[in-house]
T-cell receptor, first 112, second 113 residues
């Protein structure tokens, strides 16, 4: 079956631009997670949804980062006024009620 | 805060040898410990996991051990093959709480033919 998909796969933004990253989880998966992975590092937790409810946003680095999942399926991570330190791979994962989180391929964001 | 330390950062072995990667976690409430393999340009893929009520788990050439008292867990790969070359991440979480994964820094494994 289809796994987690993310789009775009690559995004180049000029400093100060807003970007929106999309995640399509596995159908029926209740839980959705966003992680940020800097080059050569492990993924770091950003935020967590259960259905449409954002239950944990403790990992969002600043108020420029905003995530939503209005209908409990597709999620969008938005970054306003991008800065160079936002350059990273943004990973989305979904979970269907058991332990395993299934990861998408990620969106590589480069801020120039 | 919650932290997972992973060693070594790089590991090079000859094909057929064993590889061992070790992780230590700080949150004593952690109860789920997955290992992920990440290939270039791809997202992490789960290869094996262990829960806190189990000390060891094996799946073909891969095994994981957990020592809750010492708060460390290890990945063992036997009979390594070139296709095992990748970056490996350990992680810890409080499953049934938030479920968020705290990852180690990663180990780049190179298996030389």
């Amino acid at each position: 079956g289809a796994g987690v998909s993310q789009s775009p796969r690559y995004k180049v933004a000029k400093r100060g631009q807003d970007v929106a990253l999309r995640c399509d989880p596995i159908s029926g998966h209740v839980s959705l997670f966003w992680y940020q992975q800097a080059l050569g590092q492990g993924p770091e937790f950003l935020t967590y949804f259960q259905n449409e409810a954002q239950l944990d946003k403790s990992g969002l680095p600043s108020d420029r980062f905003f995530a939503e999942r209005p209908e409990g399926s597709v999620s969008t991570l938005k970054i306003q006024r991008t800065q160079q330190e936002d350059s990273a791979v943004y990973l989305c994962a979904s979970n269907g009620g058991f332990d395993e989180q299934f990861f998408g391929p990620g969106t590589r964001l480069t801020v120039l | 805060g919650e932290n997972v330390e992973q060693h070594p950062s790089t590991l090079s072995v000859q094909e057929g040898d064993s590889a061992v990667i070790k992780c230590t976690y700080s949150d004593s409430a952690s109860n789920y410990f997955p290992w992920y393999k990440q290939e270039l340009g791809k997202g992490p893929q789960l290869i094996i996991d262990i829960r806190s009520n189990v000390g060891e788990k094996k799946d073909q050439r891969i095994a994981v051990t957990l020592n809750k008292t010492a708060k460390h867990f290890s990945l063992h790969i036997t009979e390594t093959q070139p296709e095992d070359s990748a970056v490996y991440f350990c992680a810890a979480s409080r499953w049934r709480n938030t479920g968020k994964l705290i990852f180690g820094q990663g180990t780049t494994l190179q298996v030389k033919p």
